[in-house]
Nanobody, 124 residues
């Protein structure tokens, strides 16, 4: 399974970005899908997850109300719409696929497949 994240860039505080994650080599609709991020000098952290059937989502408290995770199972693509961006959102954003769990998870260890990351930089 291969994941390709894109859509990162430089944006001013208060701006918006939409990240995408195209997948191939597996059955996308079988995976819970999530976004994680890693800021410089910090550990990777959970951002958002969406269940394999799109019925459920869950967000980290730091982004709740500002970001929306979605997926298009017909296009094998995951999205993250980010609004009202803050400098503290600056990080490399990774998409990830969980093929094993019966319920969606915010734990890094649940995810077997990872994209290469896309850099989001928010200037103040």
């Amino acid at each position: 399974v291969q994941l390709q994240a894109s859509g990162g860039g430089l944006v001013q505080a208060g701006g918006s970005l939409r990240l995408s994650c195209a997948t191939s080599g597996g059955t996308f609709s079988n995976y819970h899908m999530a976004w994680f991020r890693q800021a410089p000098g910090k550990e990777r952290e959970f951002v958002a997850v969406i269940s394999r059937d799109t019925s459920s989502t869950y967000y980290a408290g730091s982004v709740k109300g500002r970001v929306t995770i979605s997926r298009d199972n017909a296009k094998n693509t995951l999205y993250l719409q980010m609004n009202s961006l803050k400098p503290e959102d600056t990080a490399v954003y990774y998409c990830a696929a969980d093929p094993r769990s019966s319920w969606y998870s915010s734990l890094i260890r649940s995810y077997d497949y990872w994209g290469q990351g896309t850099l989001v930089t928010v200037s103040s």
